[in-house]
């Protein structure tokens, strides 16, 4: 027994493992049964045939049915046709049939399954007896399968009986309850029905509609809408359901009395509810109150209600949802007239708010009252049943209302993410008068759409909305038009930003920031002597507004001013529990930490974005280039080329031309740190063309990206010619620190002479800057100094050294591997010996120019295993090596697979198979032959005999029992216990010996 009665299996992956387990052992002749508890509809079946599906062996089914009145011989006919059993013997024994009266004959029937198990041969195979419904089965065949299944421990045989809570014949067997989905486990289910995962809040949706169900949640994935499961609309309430339940519904509907349909679509609208409240809701149109009970009774006996403690419900939400449907309106209106008036519905207020608004009329209900209502189903969190709430009261009120009202379900359904219902909800307002908050308002909610989906933003009708607000609602216009700009601003559209800026004039901390924000970033012809705005002081103390929070943040980061912008954003994120606020917040946060440099933060952050609401639904370019950028940092340049190509692709690319230019020149820095100086120029040269001559910080890294591009291209002229008009745009303006530095990093690429790069260095390095720039910046200036200069020094390498190694330091410590392992560093862009010569001495160590680059190569391993997670490219051998190395090491862990070894290595997975390809085996075959090897040493080892086959799988690294066995079979061509035999029969011989 390798379950002990009353233990519980924490998931069905465990389960599954108990299991195999279980068939391990009988497989050795340790024979036992177990007996799967649940209700129906739980998905137990589905359990069952995971397990036939991959059990390796002889298998024999026998399924129950409701009201079994065949003979034993035609119940059990699978396993005797199996066994080769003589039916004649089964009937001489029950000549005049098996019933309850038949337990006498259960021990003489059992005897007889018993001895054919004996004798039959399995070949070295356990048999596998799966017995569905056990529960439906007669008393006399529950008392033979009893008997069987207690005989087992001696038999190479495994059974499993299906059935549900307390039989008595097998109470003294193991108990394996199945239970519901977990959240992850309905994830991951979704995901293998869909194709994807859903939004995390669809997902608790789906997960809590059909209460961890599998079988009801693969029937809700089939009638949800596409739209639904992409998060972009809200699952409609009642919940869709498949039309073969709706009509088994129906036909219980014609079968019942009137009270009972009552009492079912009271509990499909009150979830649950104590049987004195039921009757008492149900009893006002009943002049017999015992008759109610009595009917009530029937319902829960007949198992259409269920109960719950001291509570009676409707076991199964999507049953909730078809009686809900298919009641005629008028038992609808009975049955909120008799809930409304129930003083029940004071001690549930969430309850009685839902009630109320859906039955009373709003032409007599005020609408201040039903906005009141609303907020409090809102504070619940059930925002589907809220929505529909919604759509009822809009197509039921008048004009007035109903605009308000449609204003109302835009704000929520934005707040949620579900762009479909904004847009029923934004087509309702039109049809109804506005006024100019309420119109701003929609106009803004809608124009944060197009941001969040990438589509081009209408400029023209933006400003004509502006404009016609400005006169009516001032503050309306103004806050229109500062979203509008900042979403501007967010495209590199600096024109259209000042445009829609310049149209109201109303002062505001926000608008101030945003016009710093704008004058920071237009492109300005070098007379133009305008210095920088200075930011306003944020008052903390203020309520939060998230925009005006989340625009100043943007703004310090890109400023330099990191440690602020941090404090700001960690405030939003503290007060900001919609997904699509979250999202936003953590997709400018990411670019906030990768100002700052601190690459390891923003992948946090952008994983966690990822996690909140998926990158191809929200904000899906500006994400995916920050995933690029994020990813050629780390060194997994492979991924990254992978990842861009679906950005290029875009059908949304051109119209925005600010996350084009930033793909490109994440393509282009990549090249870069690959030592690919032409390809890197080129895509440089696109990236800044695409933003014409803006000056913000990374239109500035661009330049000082192909300054440094045409250095390794060994064009130190052109390189010169790009810094020069670099430092013209930039020296007529008041600059951060971060743009300050960037250029004296390119001062330092172009130097000539030890004495030009020693007076560069402090400037690349913001030595005398208040705010300090980010380490990304620092480490990359100590190691151009160290490449170009360190040979030069006159004083040893002892200087030289300090460089190298502070850039390899933080480089290591932020995560930006992708710039020590690539060939950056191999090109040969050295200082010649040109100008003052007297300054130094020439070298006398030999090939000491390399020094950077060495002490890179050696350390390489210990950045990528230590510091960033394996993020190393190297020559196809050296691949080789590595991955040997790593599944030596790493084979018993049952999570490295071919993917994820190639995530270590920095690499992608057709590159692994490409480097494998020489050799005499592939990937999946290098590890699972170390695994199976390991397998073969333990069941070969004398002393390890006591251990179980699931036991071995799991310290061999195995995923799973049947992965072990079909393993050995292939490269063995035994089973795993004949390759213990040897072993078993040395043991005994020692036992013997040694008594």
């Not at 806050?479 to 024109?495: D, G, I, K, P």
């Not at 008041?734 to 172009?750: D, E």
């Not at 933080?810 to 995560?815: A, D, E, H, M, Q």
Request: hydrophobic share 40%; glycine share 6%; net charge negative.
């Amino acid at each position: 027994m390798f379950i002990e009665s009353g233990q519980r299996a924490y998931g069905r992956a465990q389960a599954f493992r108990q299991v195999s387990d279980g068939i391990g052992k009988a497989r050795a002749r340790y024979g036992s049964a177990l007996v799967v508890t649940g209700p129906r509809r739980t998905g137990r079946s589905r359990f069952m045939d995971d397990v036939t599906w991959t059990h390796v062996g002889p298998t024999v089914f026998i399924a129950g049915t409701r009201h079994t009145d065949f003979a034993m011989a035609t119940v059990f006919h699978p396993l005797f046709t199996h066994l080769g059993v003589s039916t004649s013997e089964i009937a001489a024994l029950s000549d005049v049939g098996i019933d309850v009266a038949g337990h006498e004959w259960a021990p003489a029937i059992g005897d007889i399954i018993l001895r054919a198990l004996a004798s039959h041969d399995f070949k070295n195979h356990a048999l596998l007896i799966v017995v569905d419904d056990a529960d439906l089965l007669s008393a006399s065949c529950r008392s033979v399968l009893g008997y069987v299944a207690r005989r087992l421990a001696n038999l190479p045989v495994f059974g499993i009986l299906v059935c549900g809570e307390g039989e008595t014949e097998f109470r003294s067997l193991p108990q394996l309850p199945i239970y519901t989905l977990t959240l992850e486990e309905s994830g991951d289910l979704v995901e293998s029905f869909i194709g994807h995962r859903p939004p995390l809040d669809t997902l608790t949706e789906l997960h809590r509609s059909c209460r961890g169900n599998p079988v009801d949640l693969r029937e809700l994935c089939e009638q949800a809408s596409v739209e639904q499961l992409r998060g972009i609309a809200a699952l409609s309430w009642p919940v869709a359901v498949a039309p073969s339940r709706m009509n088994r519904w129906r036909e219980v509907f014609s079968r019942i009395t009137e009270l009972q349909r009552l009492a079912l679509l009271t509990m499909s609208v009150a979830q649950t509810l104590e049987p004195e409240h039921l009757l008492h809701i149900i009893g006002a149109t009943q002049d017999q109150p015992g008759g109610a009970e009595e009917q009530l009774a029937d319902l829960v006996e007949s198992g259409y209600l269920s109960s719950i403690g001291h509570e009676v419900r409707i076991a199964n939400n999507l049953d909730r949802a078809a009686i809900y449907q298919i009641a005629p309106s008028k038992l609808r209106a009975t049955c909120r007239q008799q809930m409304n008036a129930c003083a029940v519905l004071r001690r549930r207020p969430v309850f009685g708010a839902a009630v109320q608004l859906v039955a009373s009329s709003p032409a007599t209900e005020p609408v201040e009252v039903a906005l009141g209502l609303i907020g409090e189903l809102e504070r619940a969190g059930d925002v589907s049943q809220l929505l529909h709430i919604l759509r009822t009261l809009i197509k039921t009120s008048p004009d007035a209302s109903a605009a308000r009202l449609a204003v109302r379900g835009v704000e929520i359904a934005m707040a949620g993410g579900y762009f479909h219902d904004v847009e029923w909800f934004a087509q309702q307002t039109e049809r109804h008068e506005l006024s100019p908050a309420e119109a701003g308002t929609v106009a803004t909610l809608r124009m944060q759409i197009r941001f969040l989906l990438d589509e081009p933003l209408d400029g023209e009708m933006m400003c004509h909305i502006v404009s016609e607000l400005s006169e009516r609602c001032p503050d309306a216009a103004a806050n229109l038009s500062n979203t509008t700009a900042l979403f501007h601003l967010f495209r590199h559209e600096e024109v259209e930003a000042h445009r829609v800026l310049s149209l109201v004039g109303v002062p505001s901390t926000r608008r101030v920031a945003l016009s710093a924000m704008v004058d920071h970033r237009m492109a300005q012809d070098a007379a133009d002597s305008g210095s920088l705005h200075p930011l306003p002081k944020l008052d903390l103390r203020q309520p939060l507004e998230f925009r005006l929070v989340s625009e100043t943040a943007t703004f310090l980061s890109q400023v330099g001013r990191f440690q602020e912008a941090e404090t700001l954003f960690d405030r939003i994120l503290h007060h900001m529990s919609a997904p699509l606020e979250q999202v936003v917040s953590l997709t400018l946060k990411v670019d906030n930490e990768m100002f700052s440099g601190t690459v390891d933060a923003a992948q946090q952050m952008w994983d966690e974005a990822q996690r909140v609401l998926p990158r191809r639904n929200f904000l899906h370019m500006l994400r995916l280039c920050q995933g690029v950028q994020l990813l050629g940092l780390a060194g997994r340049f492979t991924d990254a080329a992978d990842l861009a190509e679906a950005g290029l692709t875009h059908p949304h690319r051109r119209a925005n031309p600010g996350f084009e230019s930033r793909l490109l020149w994440s393509l282009g820095q990549i090249a870069l740190m690959k030592g690919d100086a032409n390809t890197a120029i080129s895509l440089l040269e696109q990236s800044i063309d695409l933003l014409g001559a803006a000056t913000d910080h990374w239109q500035v890294q661009r330049y000082v990206d192909l300054v440094e591009a045409q250095m390794v291209a060994n064009n130190p002229a052109e390189a010169e010619r790009v810094l020069r008009y670099l430092e013209s745009r930039t020296a007529s303006r008041s600059q951060p620190a971060t743009t300050n530095a960037a250029i004296g990093r390119g001062r330092l690429l172009t130097a000539r002479t030890l004495h030009e790069a020693r007076a560069a260095l402090p400037q690349a390095l913001g030595a005398d800057e208040k705010f300090s720039i980010p380490p990304l910046d620092r480490a990359r200036a100590h190691a151009i100094y160290a490449h170009r200069f360190g040979w030069l020094e006159d004083d040893s390498t002892q200087s030289s050294e300090g460089h190298q190694r502070k850039a390899e330091s933080i480089f290591s410590r932020i995560g930006a591997a992708g710039w020590v392992v690539g060939d950056r560093w191999l090109s040969q862009d050295r200082v010649e010996l040109v100008g003052d010569t007297e300054d130094f001495a020439p070298p006398t160590h030999g090939d000491s120019g390399h020094l950077f680059v060495e002490s890179c190569v050696a350390n390489a391993p210990t950045v990528s295993f230590m510091e960033a997670e394996g993020v190393v490219l190297q020559p196809s051998a050296g691949l080789f090596r590595d991955a040997l190395a790593v599944i030596s090491k790493d084979y018993t862990d049952p999570e490295l697979t071919v993917k994820s070894l190639a995530r270590r290595l920095g690499t992608s997975v057709r590159t692994l198979h490409r480097t494998f390809e020489p050799h005499s085996r592939s990937v999946a075959q290098m590890i699972r032959s170390r695994r199976i090897d390991c397998a073969v040493d333990l069941l070969q080892d004398p002393r390890r005999s006591d251990l179980s086959l699931a036991e071995i799988a799991r310290i061999s690294g195995a995923p799973s029992v049947a992965y072990l066995r079909m393993g050995i079979k292939e490269t063995h061509n035994v089973n795993p216990s004949q390759l213990r035999m040897p072993a078993l029969s040395r043991e005994l011989s020692t036992s013997r010996v040694l008594v």
